[in-house]
């Protein structure tokens, strides 16, 4: 299945990545997706490998978890703690 | 950016007219007794001496559902009688407004009350990050413990 994938903020900046179409298996959650994610090496595997309570990830623009299980088409969005106001 | 009588939310990649939202948060034909209005702009104290100038990101469409939810929980807590609530993204200038809040009730303690809670969930829930510009240099500015229990004291 396909997911699409979103990054911002510094991690867009990190990763000179700002969107990018995944394919995945069936059933994969959040943290599945972010093993993966960290094989890119290099400063996908910084990021992802023990990815921490400064990794923030909402999927379909609600905030979720490493267990979240994903689901064809998800929007899976990964940002640092936001910083506004 | 044009104000419109029904809409709550405004993100503007343009600066704000503080103007035009004073003057829809203070419309009020008799069902509001206090309004409070907060605005936060964009500053240059001693740690920040340098400080050129800031970038605001936003993740669209998430961040408009996230101020619509804060603005519902607020409605749930108190009862308000109007809420405004804007926030630039883009570039900005040392002095310039970043985010604008404006809360109506039938008392003031209400609006004060209203207008904090908005503020104390907004820096900790929704998707806006700040870039701060030194000259050339810039650095992501990271998150503070202290907005965290800002919004934690309301759980």
Redesign the interface.
């Given at each position: 299945m396909n997911v699409n994938l979103?990054f911002?903020?510094?991690f867009k900046?990190q990763l000179d990545c700002g969107r990018l179409d995944f394919e995945l298996t069936e059933g994969t959650t959040v943290a599945g997706l972010c093993e993966q994610l960290a094989t890119k090496g290099g400063n996908w595997q910084s990021l992802f490998s023990a990815a921490s309570q400064s990794v923030k990830v909402?999927v379909n623009?609600e905030m979720a978890d490493m267990q979240t299980p994903l689901q064809a088409n998800d929007e899976v969005?990964f940002?640092?703690?936001?910083?506004?106001? | 950016m044009q104000i419109l009588p029904e809409q709550e939310i405004y993100i503007s990649d343009k600066p704000f007219n503080l103007t035009s939202l004073n003057h829809a948060i203070q419309t009020n034909e008799g069902e509001s007794g206090a309004a409070v209005i907060f605005t936060?702009a964009v500053r240059v104290s001693v740690e920040e001496s340098g400080l050129t100038g800031m970038t605001?990101?936003?993740?669209p469409?998430?961040t408009e559902?996230q101020l619509a939810d804060i603005i519902d929980e607020a409605r749930e807590r108190w009862h308000l009688t109007r809420i405004l609530v804007a926030?630039r993204v883009g570039y900005l200038e040392p002095g310039d407004p970043?985010?604008f809040v404006g809360v109506c009730g039938l008392h003031r303690a209400e609006a004060f009350i209203g207008a904090q809670f908005i503020?104390d969930y907004?820096?900790?829930?929704?998707?806006?990050?700040?870039?701060e510009h030194y000259g050339e240099s810039t650095h992501?500015?990271?998150?503070k413990s202290s907005?965290a229990q800002a919004a934690e004291r309301w759980a």
């Open positions: 979103l911002f903020a510094s900046e909402s623009q969005a940002f640092p703690p936001v910083t506004g106001g | 936060g605001l990101e936003h993740y469409g998430m559902k926030h970043i985010v503020m907004l820096k900790q829930k929704a998707t806006f990050w700040k870039k992501w500015v990271d998150a907005d």
